[in-house]
């Protein structure tokens, strides 16, 4: 486009140089030379400035991609594939506990501090059972004997008390003031007689006797067979007594005052 500019202007060159034969009218063409400045089109070489192009050579810079050869690099080994951890063992299995053994059947607590060999007869088993009786005093008036029937049966010693004064010196050495167990087993004949087994335990002292007991209004009479009188054992005894139900019940004369032992039924 700026060299078709550039041909206008000379044609008008030549047009005003016709005109100048006209007279002096002519003389704008020279006005005219406005053209040269249609040289402006020489500043069109910019278009060589388009060799810019060859800047574009810089695509052999693309020779980068010889760089690649970096996956060269990439002959390094992987590395080896780390070991599975290996597998915990289980534990062992604990054994179970052993069962806990059952205690062994505690026996009876002392009772009483006597000691030496008591009464033993070979005819009747077992001991005394119940409880620990200690012997009280009592100011109070003795109860009366009272009698009654006699029922076969477990009898076991819940009760001692002595109205009176207890006695001091040897007549307290007597074992029925002194704290014991006491079980009498009775096995009646008839309305006037029964056997009777007794077991008496007295610190380490234990007694086992057995005799026939006869019955007299409100009072007992007691004849030891076993052991019998020559072998240690005791010439018997009487004493007043009252019988119910569920009770014994013993009154002796010692010591200046009534000693009273109550028996309880148990089966």
């Given at each position: 486009m700026r060299r078709l500019g550039l041909v206008v202007s000379l044609m008008v060159l030549v047009l005003n140089g016709c005109g100048s034969g006209g007279g002096g009218g002519g003389t704008g063409g020279t006005t005219g030379t406005g053209g040269t400045t249609g040289t402006g089109g020489a500043t069109g070489n910019g278009g060589a400035t388009g060799t810019g192009g060859a800047t574009g050579t810089g695509g052999a810079t693309g020779n980068g991609g010889a760089t690649g050869t970096g996956g060269a690099a990439g002959s390094t080994?992987?590395?080896?594939?780390?070991?599975?951890?290996?597998s915990t063992g289980v534990a062992g299995t604990n054994g179970s506990a052993g069962a806990t053994g059952n205690g062994g059947t505690g026996g009876a607590l002392a009772c009483g501090d006597g000691s030496?060999?008591?009464?033993?007869?070979?005819?009747?088993?077992?001991?005394?059972?119940?409880?620990?009786?200690?012997?009280?005093?009592?100011?109070?008036?003795?109860?009366?004997a009272a009698g009654g029937s006699v029922s076969s049966g477990t009898y076991q010693l819940t009760s001692s008390t002595f109205?009176?004064?207890l006695p001091d010196g040897s007549a307290?050495?007597?074992?029925?003031?002194?704290?014991?167990?006491?079980?009498f087993l009775?096995?009646?004949?008839?309305?006037?007689?029964?056997?009777?087994?007794?077991?008496?335990?007295?610190?380490t002292r234990n007694d086992v006797d057995q005799g026939t007991v006869t019955i007299s209004g409100t009072k007992l009479s007691y004849t030891q067979t076993c052991?019998?009188?020559?072998?240690?054992?005791?010439t018997g005894g009487t004493a007043d007594y009252t019988a119910t139900s569920t009770t014994f019940t013993l009154l002796m004369s010692k010591g200046g005052g009534i000693l009273v032992k109550v028996y309880t039924k148990t089966s």
């Open positions: 080994g992987a590395a080896g594939t780390s070991g599975a951890a290996g030496g060999q008591g009464d033993s007869c070979n005819t009747i088993s077992g001991s005394a059972t119940g409880p620990c009786v200690v012997t009280t005093m009592s100011s109070d008036t003795a109860p009366t109205y009176g004064t307290s050495n007597d074992g029925d003031f002194g704290t014991h167990r006491e079980t009775v096995y009646v004949q008839s309305a006037t007689s029964f056997n009777l087994d007794q077991f008496r335990a007295d610190g052991p019998a009188p020559g072998d240690g054992g005791n």
